[in-house]
């Protein structure tokens, strides 16, 4: 693998990081754009989560989810968050930091259109990190949901987010350890990409 180059990033970062997601799916890698997403609780207590990203590119990196759910209230108070892709078939990872954002709803709606038909039911039975008693009650709320009319639309609560990145870390694998780190950093007009030691 040709080892990574600060001139190849730095014109545009979001556009290889994009490259690099579609490679990945391109190349059947498991979860291609599952991506760890860490938020912070309002006494700076730290979490992460998995998150199946639902568009990338020049706007940034974008998701949905409940309104209700830990990260969403997290992010409504704490508007910044950081994700890490791992492709352990390509020896590679992309970490993105920045400051996070809601999609407007026409976005949303176009999103959660193009979920699966079971993943859009699911949403409407429970709200996403809700107590329950037990798995039976996720088969009876959905059992529930199936037997009504589906109104089409996006379920009341659920939401989109924007991570838009100001820095973009890039590491490839290298087998003798000699890896590749490029820390991209936004500036005022323009990004600056600097190499880290593996």
């Known amino acids: 693998m040709a080892p990574l180059l600060p001139e190849e990033i730095a014109p545009d970062p979001l556009r290889v990081l994009a490259a690099w997601i579609d490679e990945a799916r391109a190349t059947s890698q498991p979860q291609a754009n599952a991506m760890t997403l860490a938020t912070a609780a309002a006494d700076g207590r730290p979490s992460a989560r998995m998150v199946f990203v639902r568009g990338w590119g020049a706007g940034g990196i974008d998701w949905l989810t409940d309104a209700s759910s830990r990260k969403a209230r997290e992010i409504a108070v704490r508007p910044e968050a950081a994700g890490v892709f791992y492709w352990a078939g390509l020896a590679r990872q992309a970490r993105v ?73 890039f590491w490839q694998e290298d087998p003798d350890g000699l890896h590749d780190r490029l820390l991209a950093v936004r500036g005022a007009s323009a990004w600056t990409v600097e190499r880290l030691a593996p």
Do not use: K, M
């Open 97 to 169: 930091e920045g400051p996070v954002r809601l999609l407007p709803d026409d976005q949303v709606a176009a999103y959660f259109a193009r979920r699966r038909p079971g993943t859009r039911l699911a949403a409407r039975a429970w709200r996403q990190g809700e107590r329950l008693g037990s798995r039976a009650d996720l088969h009876r709320r959905l059992a529930a949901v199936r037997s009504e009319a589906d109104p089409g639309g996006v379920p009341e609560g659920w939401i989109g987010q924007r991570l838009e990145p100001r820095a973009i870390e």
